[in-house]
């Protein structure tokens, strides 16, 4: 945790050895212990394995977010090559599976040496000699005067290419100097490249790299699914999707937080829909819950409340319109008991249920021989009707503005009418247990 007081450190021409690397020497609270190099003869060494040397030859630190985030690679040689001379051996054979835990090689090119009972006329086969005479086993110096065969170097070889008669005797990696950079081409041996075992070994002395990077949540949302505008893409079954990941990776945190985002909305934003449709059907289910209490436990007045089907049966579908106010439209109806009645549906239905109850509730209260009686109501959240008894002579002002003159009152109707309005009123204002104003009334005969 304290590795931020370490200050790179340095051996032979490797001076930035810093997290996650760090020298056997250094405190123990700098780099990361599966990172440990070794100063031997002022020069860099890793260990692959217990007695694997290879020389440090540079360390690149691509990024360094924080100790469980970060990425580069390492440029490694064999220590029994030497540039220049081609008959300079690698002395440790390697796979690809023993860097796994730490390291990845996708920038490097295997090297498969095979030992063959017979000479092989193919491209991929690379005679080694004259740098090598006789055949090579890695861990064995080559012995020329006794091992017999003929011995050849093949890039990237894969068990189908190797040819019965043809042993392996050792693996190893070179710098990708030899593979084609096009992407769809990335991990093959360039078709135009015509090489000699000569440049495969100044390949291997120039040492190959080995990725390194930590925070493998990258890796696995590639494999949920993940395509980080196709560094997700597998290019050989050989490869670990983080080495991809890696490869690819300068723009990635940003797309990676693209995605994330985008899959987090995906799956966000449907859960938020039901979950607000939960909200506003509860909110509303619960308002139909009060307002239900409310009519049990006021049911002391008259009006009967009827469903929206009742209201469609009553009006025979509503059929016949008697007129349009500023609330809604009137219809026609008739009860069961034969009754005339006057239909009126809201047609912007108070969105507060409690409101039009407490019309209801004052309305229903109502009981004159000079007020229209409210007998009944529709409930039903967006449905809202006001069910009325039915004046058969429609309202007055249709009568007072009629345009036919056998339809005008005569003095002692129009005196009745008065009489009836006032006496309506007075009862409104006066005659019931609350005052009513209303500033709109629409007077019948
Ligand atoms: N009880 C009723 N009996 C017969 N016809 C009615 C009855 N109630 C309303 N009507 C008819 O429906 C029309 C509209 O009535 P409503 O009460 O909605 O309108 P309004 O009084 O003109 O306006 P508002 O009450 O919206 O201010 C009336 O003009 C009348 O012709």
């Known amino acids: 945790k304290k590795n931020h007081l370490c200050i790179a450190s ?4 490797i001076r930035n050895i810093s997290y996650p690397f760090r020298l056997k020497n250094d405190p123990k609270y700098c780099g990361n212990s599966k990172f440990e190099l070794v100063c031997e003869n002022n020069r860099t060494v890793l260990y692959l394995q217990a007695d694997s040397r290879y020389y440090v030859k540079s360390i690149y630190y691509d990024s360094y977010h924080d100790e469980s985030s970060f990425r580069g ?22 796979r690809r599976a023993i860097f796994r835990r730490v390291f990845d090689n996708y920038l490097s090119r295997q090297v498969v040496f095979v030992k063959c009972l017979l000479p092989v006329a193919s491209n991929s086969y690379l005679d080694t000699k004259p740098c090598i005479e006789g055949a090579y086993s890695a861990g064995t110096p080559p012995n020329f005067s006794q091992t017999k065969g003929y011995s050849y170097a093949a890039l990237e070889a894969h068990a189908s290419d190797i040819k019965d008669f043809c042993t392996i005797t050792a693996v190893t990696f070179a710098s990708d100097y030899f593979s084609c950079w096009e992407r769809d081409q990335y991990y093959r041996v360039c078709p135009s490249y015509s090489s000699s075992y000569k440049d495969i070994h100044n390949g291997m002395a120039r040492g190959f790299n080995l990725s390194y990077q930590n925070g493998g949540g990258l890796a696995a949302l590639c494999i949920l699914g993940f395509d980080y505008r196709e560094r997700c893409r597998v290019y050989d079954s050989d490869t670990s999707m983080a080495a991809i990941v890696t490869r690819y990776a300068p723009p990635l945190l940003p797309h990676l937080l693209e995605n994330f985002l985008v899959a987090k909305f995906m799956l966000g934003a449907p859960c938020v829909l039901m979950f607000l449709i939960y909200k506003w059907k509860r909110r509303h289910r619960a308002m139909d819950e009060n307002i239900e209490e409310f009519l049990v436990a006021h049911n002391n007045f008259s009006p009967i409340r009827y469903s929206y089907s009742d209201i469609k049966k009553i009006t025979k579908n509503f059929k016949h319109k008697l ?3 500023g609330y809604g439209s009137v219809f026609k109806g008739v009860l069961r008991s034969g009754n005339e009645v006057a239909v009126k549906i809201l047609s912007k239905p108070k969105s507060n249920g409690q409101d039009f109850i407490s019309e209801v509730a004052t309305i229903g209260r109502i009981h004159h021989v000079n007020v229209v009686e409210l007998v009944g109501y529709c409930f039903n959240n967006s449905k809202q009707a006001l069910v009325y008894d039915f004046m058969s002579n429609g309202s007055l002002d249709k009568h007072i503005f009629s345009k036919d003159g056998d339809d005008s009152l005569d003095s002692k109707k129009m005196y009745e009418i008065s009489l009836g309005v006032a006496r309506g009123i007075e009862y409104l204002h006066r005659g019931c ?9 629409t007077i019948f005969f």
Do not use: A, K
């Open 323 to 325: 007129g349009e106010g």
């Open 73 to 94: 690679y390492i440029t490694v040689v064999d220590d029994g090559l030497q540039e220049g001379n081609c008959s300079s051996l690698p002395r440790h054979s390697l």
């Open 10 to 13: 340095s051996c032979g021409e």
């Open 433 to 441: 247990d609350m005052q009513i104003l209303h500033f709109g009334l």
